[in-house]
């Protein structure tokens, strides 16, 4: 009942966002269409939402949620920049050679999707095929369910249920590349490396002392197990390119810059994209994840059901393009899961006065029952409007000049955040 429920009250959010997700999907079958139809889309949502918020009445409470939001994207920037640096190191250190060299790990799950090519109808492999959606709908699709406060669709405020969310990717962001880096473990596309990097072919000086002299000699590896010291002599090798980085030259060890890529280190950073190790778990699939359990926590109802659809068609779709192997998305499931559990305490559709009016209620318990004896109708609605008055939100008179600049610098800034997200990320 509770589904059925959510499902009728609101219906508009699912529709726009499953709206965003079919007209984006005529760039692959109309291009022409696509052009005119998701232009006209983003303009009449982006119109829809500016026209409410004169509306609406929760800037007290997004004021509130302004300085997690700021604290939770600082946050999410600092871990983002040091998955940038991890990602580099661990196709740099081993070298090109590495990469196109050793062949994929074992898969199940890509023999699996193989198998059901051969085992499903046409029609179905080729949905399965389809780039329905991708990391940039996932995002816009969260970009949507926040600003459906202004609707009164979802619990606010928006500022905080967007601190959750990007305060839960950093933490995702972090263990994940705290993972990769701990273990590198090869491409499912071997040509990636040389293709996307150019960092040296020949292996890092740490890599030359303590991996290679061992890596394809059963004896050596049992030798060091051994002695537990690097015993192997290091073979000759070019050095590597040193550039002038002043304070961050440090960096030269972990990102191995070579003369054509020139002298910056954050543009090294910039051509990271999503890597191409085996970079466990996906970073994709938890941006899926954690979209579809605010969606699920915050919203409900049989558009949640869809979204859930789309991950795990977007999971397959991982595995089958060779992307990510199987263990990558299915972690980052239960990952992208239990995280958010787990910070609840940013936000939550709970509610927060629910308790300060129960114990107003109980305070007021007995003047209550005096009224309803004496039939004091008017005595009730003053005591019920006491009780009422326990909410932050019902005590605000009505915003100040300073709340309705806020309310704006808000909007303005939430809609540049829209569009950039949209533009950089709109090739997946």
């Known amino acids: 009942m509770r589904f059925l429920a959510a499902a009728r009250t609101g219906g508009g959010l699912g529709i726009a966002a499953m709206s965003y997700v079919l007209i984006d999907y005529l760039r692959h079958i109309s291009p022409t ?15 829809i939402a500016v026209t ?13 949620a302004a300085i997690p939001f700021l604290a939770s994207m600082i946050f999410m920037l600092s871990a983002l920049l040091f998955e940038a640096l991890s990602v580099r ?3 740099a250190v081993l070298g090109l050679d590495w990469h196109s060299e050793t062949p994929p790990l074992p898969d199940t ?6 198998a059901l090519n051969e085992k499903l109808p046409g029609t179905v492999v080729e949905i399965l095929r389809a780039r329905i959606i991708g990391l940039h709908h996932f995002l816009m699709l969260f970009m949507m369910l926040a600003f459906s406060v202004l ?6 405020p928006g500022l905080g249920l967007g601190a959750r969310y990007m305060f839960t990717m950093a933490i995702g962001r972090l263990l994940r590349a705290i993972t990769f880096v701990s273990t590198i473990l090869p ?17 890092h000086s740490w890599a030359q002392k303590y991996y290679v002299p061992y890596a394809e000699d059963a004896n050596a590896i049992n030798q060091i197990i051994k002695q537990d010291i690097a015993y192997a002599s290091v073979g000759s090798y070019p050095s590597d390119y040193q550039p002038d980085w002043g304070s961050m030259s440090f960096l030269i060890d972990f990102l191995r810059p070579t003369a054509s890529e020139g002298s910056s280190w954050y543009s090294l950073l910039k051509k990271a994209g999503g890597g191409c190790n085996d970079l466990i778990y996906s970073g994709h699939m938890l941006v899926a994840v954690l979209t579809a359990m605010a969606w ?11 979204i859930w659809l789309l991950v795990l068609h977007s999971a397959q779709r991982e595995i089958r393009e060779r992307h990510h192997y199987s263990v990558d998305c299915i972690v980052a499931i239960y990952v992208g899961i239990l995280l958010w559990k787990m910070t609840s305490f940013i936000w939550s559709t709970k509610d927060a006065t629910r308790g300060r009016r129960l114990n107003k209620l109980e305070k007021i318990q007995g003047r209550l029952f005096q009224a309803a004896k004496d039939s004091d109708l008017n005595k009730i609605k003053q005591l019920l409007k006491e009780v009422e008055l326990g909410s932050p939100d019902s005590q605000r008179k ?15 800034s939430a809609l540049t955040i829209v569009l950039l997200a949209f533009t950089w990320t709109s090739d997946g």
């Open 33 to 47: 269409w696509h052009a005119r139809f998701q232009p006209l889309l983003w303009t009449v949502l982006g119109l």
């Open 52 to 64: 409410r918020v004169p509306f609406y009445k929760h800037w007290t409470a997004e004021f509130k």
């Open 89 to 91: 190191f661990v196709t």
């Open 109 to 114: 799950g890509q023999w699996l999707l193989l």
């Open 151 to 156: 609707f009164d669709s979802v619990k606010a």
């Open 187 to 203: 491409s499912a596309r071997p040509w990636c490396a040389s293709a996307r990097f150019q960092v040296p072919n020949y292996p």
């Open 296 to 306: 699920t926590e915050a919203y409900g109802g049989f558009s949640s059901a869809l």
């Open 398 to 412: 009505g915003p100040s000049k300073g709340m309705w600049l806020f309310a704006c610098a808000t909007i303005f």
